[in-house]
Nanobody, 115 residues
């Protein structure tokens, strides 16, 4: 089992910044891709950003130039730096990890962008 715990969410004004963190523990030796997803009320969960061990990344068009994904310690920590936040970024953000044994999700952390 891989245990993922997100932190760093909160309330921020438009134009502000947040950094989300995801701590991975357990059987993480086989983690391949890791990523951040988000889900707003009444909407489908969507990919925000993804990173693989070689360092390749991809981003949703809606966050390109504003968000940066990174990982350290062989995937034990995953980050999402979010700048220039917009109200439409409001969602629950989930950490994700794919391994040869399956796909794992964190519990989510709420990000609310509002005045």
């Amino acid at each position: 089992q891989v245990h993922l715990v997100e932190s760093g969410g909160g309330l921020v004004q438009p134009g502000g910044s947040l950094r989300l963190s995801c701590a991975a523990s357990g059987s993480i030796f086989s983690i391949n891709a890791m990523g951040w997803y988000r889900q707003a009320p009444g909407k489908e969960r969507e990919l925000v950003a993804r990173i693989i061990p070689g360092g390749s990344t991809n981003y949703a068009d809606s966050v390109k130039g504003r968000f940066t994904i990174s990982r350290v310690n062989a995937g034990k920590m995953l980050y999402l730096q979010m700048n220039s936040l917009k109200p439409e970024d409001t969602a629950v953000y989930y950490c994700n990890a794919g391994t040869v044994r399956g796909v794992y999700w964190g519990q989510g952390t709420q990000v609310t962008v509002s005045s």
